[in-house]
């Protein structure tokens, strides 16, 4: 029972990671119909930044509370990966709005190499380690909870909750609804939909940076091609949820986090991604649109 | 649009007032992007810890460089783009073509002359310009060489488009011959012309054309029938593997395993489609994107089989149809049966052919099952399902038979990879190389075979050709290494095409039965022509 409750807490970390980094997918799906491939190295450079930044205060400054420099990383990191996400969407995605539906899909995966080898060309090819930031375990009860794995959770939790309020309760949120529903007549009532889908993506590379920031301090190692599992993972879980579904994608990241921390601990560590991808094709036999999304109904 | 009114203020800005805010907005966003890349580095010191490395010059210079790209296209490139599509009053005619502009006859001349004299000079040019001007002359050469060739096509073009087929397959036919001519004819020797040899048709030739016939085979899948297939690499590594186990344990012929593998890796198309025909779009994307990794992990770890990462090696090589073999201490050597020198270079030169023979294959049934009620049935599932059902298509049959159809191809040409190498492991069938093969099938036009062909030599051969950027280290020194540079030129340039030619190379080919509808719909939404 305790080893259950262990893993049922190793699979919350990385699930709350896995979510963080579905909702970009699911969010610019929603909005543009687009697979976003360069969203897992969009986490990657976050990570990147909280690593550099991580660097700058070492260097700068003798001894820093953990909770400022966390804070501080996590800050910067939002910035600048919002600022790539940003850019990416305007000189790669935007011209091709309205093209055929694979055109940028294809721009997304040159994205996405191009991204992993810039990162790879500029700060070089080998794993960065840096000294654990936060060692602190709490045991109770014969069941160790590790204060990172606590901070993960509730900054998840936090921004989950903050990011609730942006899409349910304020104007930007309508908007973005409101493009995701009809974008043709979101237009006609005055909605700013090119800024409107900057700002999804704006938000998505956001909380992957979050979750590029979590990693770093949870794995304490970042290389160049870290984005593309951890990417085609929480791709993975935002379909699972239903592609598109915004609890879907944090329900979905929950199941694949504990798909494989319980198959590590139970079955064989090697096989683990191969379960989480057989019970994704599983789940989509049944539910062909994923647990939380919508059917769709083709109108002739 | 040589002149813009700029909507804030509402004053006229001349195109250099308007780029030079143009980019000092780039410059900010370069800045900003890459500030901690490339102005900091993080390297680890002896003691195994990362420490940042300055390099402020660097990002000026990179900001600076951004800037300064913006200005003159905002100020110089779009106004010539925009220029080039007004008619002069006077004559009623577009301004000549710049196509036309860069192959004057004039030029060509002096690029034969440039050729002509430098090649005169090959022997004595390190003695006459020293080694690093000799290293800039032979790019000289280079380009000039490519700007005669290309000229020499830009003339002849409408010939060469109204018998593209014939002519490249021609071409593709004689390409080893000419290559070894041409070398023998440099090294003075047959046997220099065949080593020679080895680099052009190996690393060019069949890897192009292994990329091309993978690229002809999705085309199948996505091109015709429409179904986005993110794992086509999967049917790759059964081929490829279905002959390194079944050659190395068994010590069956490729000649028998060739079909083995295609067999079964359409086996593996059917069994992967089954649970999908129910999906559509984008779910069956990530369920085929999963399917590859599957395999690619269950190649990593089933290591009582498979062997793991470490791969398997020792596997035979192709022989002459089973009357002459390729190694040299077999009796029926095909140097000894024929009573010529050794040489590694007739393996690949078969090879070629052989995986030419393929690729051919490929598009003589592409283009015939086009024609068959199967093929109709595939173009009509990828324009419209629904209205496919209701002609009474079956469309588990159809998914069904694309998917193993392609599949076959990609076992094909597993198979012939494997024979290849000599040596496979799960290392060839990452994902990055569905990704590329999905890129060819779109960059060059869905559903077009020459198209798709075109892109594959491109994009194979782009790569190719930037492994050979040593000259490069003169400019930069030499710690500079191209090689580093070679995919990230590489994701940019996917980029930059899609973006110049949406639509592919050649455009993707309509059915044959189609019904123009006209759609009118807000100019916002639609790029180019219908939404």
Known sequence: ?300 | MAVTVSPERGVVATPVQRATREALYAGAIALGLFVLFIGLRTDQNISNELILVQRWGLLAAVVIATMLGRFLYVAYGQPFLANQKIADIATGLLPESVATRFFRLPYFIAAVVVVAVLALLAGSLDGLLGPGLAGYARFARALAIIYALASVLFYFRTFILAHFSALGITALALYPIIVVAVLAGYAGSMAGGFQGSLKWVDNFGIQILIYVMLAWGLNIVVGLAGLLDLGYVAFYAVGAYAYALLGTHFGLSFWILLPAAGAMAAFWGVLLGFPVLRLRGDYLAIVTLAFGEIIRLVLINWREVTNGSAGISGIPKVTFFGLMTFNVSDPNYIAKVLDIATSSAYYKIFLYYLILGLCLLTAFVTIRLRRMPVGRAWEALREDEIACRSLGINTTTTKLTAFATGAMFGGFAGSFFAARQGFVSPESFIFLESAIILAMVVLGGMGSLVGIAVAAMVMIGGTEVLRELDFLKQVFGPDFTPELYRMLLFGMAMVIVMLWKPRGFVGSREPTAFLKKSKAVSGSFTKEGHG
């Open chain 1, 1 to 300: 029972m305790q080893y259950f409750v262990q893993q049922l807490i190793n699979g919350l970390t990385l699930g709350s990671i896995y979510g963080l980094i579905a909702i970009g997918y699911t969010m610019v799906y929603g909005i543009i119909g687009m697979i976003n491939f360069a969203h897992g190295d969009i986490f990657m450079v976050g990570a990147f930044t909280a690593l550099i930044v991580f660097l700058i205060l070492g260097a700068l400054f003798y001894s820093l509370p953990v909770v400022i420099a966390l804070l501080i990383m996590m800050i910067v990191a939002m910035l600048l990966t919002s600022l790539y996400n940003w850019t990416i969407e305007k000189v790669a995605y935007r011209p091709l709005r309205g093209s055929f539906r694979l055109a940028p899909l294809i721009t997304a995966i040159g994205m996405s190499i191009a991204l992993s080898n810039f990162v790879q060309v500029t700060q070089g090819p080998r794993n960065k380690p840096i000294p654990p930031m936060v060692s602190t375990v709490y045991n109770i009860e014969g069941i160790s909870v590790s204060l990172k794995q606590i901070i993960i959770v509730i900054v998840t939790a936090l921004l989950l909750a903050l990011f609730w309020y942006l899409v349910n309760k304020t104007s930007l949120g309508r908007a973005q609804r409101a493009c995701e529903q009809d974008r043709k007549m979101a237009a006609l009532l005055g909605i700013d939909v090119d800024r409107t889908i900057s700002i999804t993506f704006v938000m998505g590379a956001a909380l992957a940076a979050v979750a590029g920031t979590l990693f770093l301090m949870y794995y304490g190692v970042i290389a160049f091609s870290d984005g593309f599992t951890p990417g085609v993972k929480a791709f993975t879980a935002a379909v699972l949820g239903g592609i598109g579904s915004l609890p879907g994608a944090v329900l979905g990241g929950l199941m694949i986090g504990f798909i494989e921390s319980m198959w590590s601990a139970y079955f064989s560590i090697d096989y683990k991604d191969v379960a989480a991808f057989s019970i994704l094709a599983i789940v989509l036999i049944f539910l062909p649109s994923g647990i939380l999304g919508r059917p769709e109904v083709e109108k002739v």
